[in-house]
């Protein structure tokens, strides 16, 4: 019985130091990169105004959009001409899933703690969306910005923002780097127009909308498809 009893303590105690182990090495390791993320959050920030005071030098047209809203810690909305952009940080710590092949290269599998990621994500909106209050209206992800605790980083999206950074073992993040994802941000929702919605969509509408019209007509509004995860 006292040997069954010192062997259940001597379990619990390899239990409570697993336990320690993963409170000092993963959980740290997760506040580590979530606290480095803010950082580079908010040099997104600063390029982002930046970019858009350098925009506002080369166009003289007021009814342009070229402003942002600083939404706290973890958010910005920028008005780019007829669009709007969200940059937002989530407050989470992601792991790579087990079935990335990424887990195949060297920089990966030689140490797991390279493949916990935080992540910011972009969104592009209609601007009259936002601003005339279109609840119904539809955004798309069209990027989302994924660092490493050791600042080494990759984007997943879409045209030039999903096929130019897709090495994080070289890819180390910098204000350049930074710069270039915001602008090809700002290129990419401008590009891509309002497709006109089939007839047939606009064919019925309820009374409700109707009633509501003047204040804008609550039908979804949203360009063509961006990405998804």
């Known amino acids: 019985m006292a040997k069954q009893k010192k062997k259940q303590a001597n379990s619990l105690d390899q239990n409570r130091e697993a336990i320690l182990n993963l409170l000092t090495s993963k959980s740290a390791l997760k506040q580590d990169v979530a606290g480095d993320s803010e ?3 908010e040099s997104f920030k600063q390029i982002i105004i930046s970019e858009l005071e350098e925009l506002k ?24 001409g007829s669009d709007m952009l969200v940059f937002h940080l989530h407050t989470n710590v992601f792991r790579l899933p ?9 920089y990966f599998a030689s140490n797991e703690n390279n493949g916990y990621f935080a992540v910011i994500h972009i969104y592009n909106f209609l601007a ?7 609840f119904d209206d539809i955004g798309n992800l069209i990027a989302r910005v994924m660092m490493n605790y050791d600042n080494h980083f990759m984007v997943e ?9 897709r090495d994080p073992e070289h890819a180390i993040l910098n204000e350049n780097y930074i710069r ?18 089939p007839y047939e969509y606009l064919e019925e509408i309820t009374v409700a909308q109707v009633l509501e019209i003047s204040d804008s007509l609550k039908i ?5 498809m961006g990405f998804k995860p």
Not at 98 to 106: E, I, Q, V
Not at 128 to 134: A, C, D, G, K, V
Not at 157 to 165: S, V, Y
Not at 220 to 224: A, D, E, L, V
């Open 57 to 80: 030098k080369k166009v003289n047209d007021e009814r342009i959009r070229l402003s942002y809203e600083d939404r706290g810690k973890y958010e910005i909305i920028v008005f780019v």
């Open 220 to 224: 979804s509004t949203s360009k063509r």
């Open 180 to 197: 270039l994802v915001v602008q090809l941000s700002f290129a990419f929702a401008l590009q891509f127009d309002l497709y006109l919605p």
């Open 39 to 41: 950082k580079v959050f």
């Open 157 to 165: 999206g879409r045209g030039h923002l999903g096929a130019i950074f």
């Open 98 to 106: 087990d079935s990335s092949p990424l887990w195949g290269t060297k």
């Open 128 to 134: 009259e969306s936002y601003l005339r209050n279109r």
